[in-house]
Structure formats: structure tokens, C-alpha cells
């Protein structure tokens, strides 16, 4: 009697269940290495955001009627799914800000990128929002809502 080729129902199983439990494992570390590299480049917009505003700064004194820069590269339109960026006097400004719009600037100004679906880009919760300040400080918004001086844990959201 000829052997069929092929598998069985058995093997088929448990080659899923190896393929499930590999894929179980990977996944979160995959959201969560896309998190962090999404959070970075959030971090590199906010600098190259300043520098463009610093840049236009020493272009014009007056301050009164500028346009707000859009830092090279698209990095604020990259991420707009994942993070919205502002411009304020504040850090309690939550409106997001429109790149190209005139405007008077003022210092002392500040830069925010938060993450707009409220959560920290990693299992380190004081990364859910970072803020550059006008004279180059940087902090972060931790989930109580503080801009706090990113010192020890906090200091991972800015590399």
C-alpha cells in the first residue's frame, strides 16, 4: 500500500502553537522597540524645531509677526498619527499648534510633543510628554501631570 505525503492534523497543530507562542513573545517587544524610536524622533523634532525658531530669532528682533518654523525633514507631520506638538508660554497649553501660522512669539516659550493617545512611549511612565524650553531645558510630563527636570529615569525620555 502506497504512504500518502503530507501532514497530519497533529503536526499541523503543534507547528501553530510553536508559531503562536513565538509570536506572543515577540510582539511586545516589537510595540515597544516602535514606541521608543517613535519618541526619539519626537524628542529630535523638538530640537530641531527650537533651532529653527532660534535661527528665525537672530533673523528678526522684532518678534512680533513671525512665522512658526517647520523643522526640516517632516519630522512634525511624521509623527502627527502618534504625537501633537505645541508651542506655548505654558506646559498647561494643550492646543496643538498649526506650523506655517504667523504669529508673535514671545519668550519665555516652550515646545511640547505628547503622545495623543495619553500613554508613555515606554514602561517608564514619566515619557508620555516631553517639553523644551526656550533657554534649551528639557523636561518631561510624567502621568501626574509635573514638568519636572529629567533627572535619573526621567532622563532616558531625551535619549
Known amino acids: 500500500m502506497a504512504r500518502e505525503k503530507g501532514f497530519t492534523l497533529i503536526e499541523m497543530m503543534v507547528v501553530l502553537s510553536i508559531v503562536g507562542i513565538l509570536a506572543m513573545l515577540a510582539i511586545p517587544g516589537y510595540r515597544s522597540h516602535i514606541a521608543q524610536a517613535q519618541q526619539t524622533r519626537a524628542a529630535a523634532c523638538l530640537v530641531e524645531t527650537a533651532a529653527a525658531i532660534h535661527r528665525q530669532a537672530l533673523a528678526d528682533e522684532s518678534r512680533s509677526d513671525w512665522t512658526l518654523p517647520r523643522p526640516a525633514g517632516g519630522c512634525i507631520e511624521g509623527l502627527s498619527e502618534v504625537y501633537a506638538f505645541a508651542i506655548a508660554a505654558t506646559a498647561e497649553s494643550a492646543s496643538e499648534s498649526t506650523w506655517g501660522d504667523r504669529l508673535s512669539m514671545a519668550e519665555p ?35 501626574d501631570g509635573e514638568a519636572p527636570a529629567p533627572i535619573g529615569e526621567a532622563r532616558r525620555c531625551w535619549q
Open 109 to 143: 516659550w516652550q515646545i511640547r510633543a505628547w503622545r495623543r493617545d495619553g500613554m508613555a512611549a515606554s514602561s517608564n511612565r514619566l515619557c508620555r510628554g516631553l517639553i523644551y524650553r526656550h533657554d534649551g531645558l528639557r523636561r518631561v510630563v510624567p502621568a
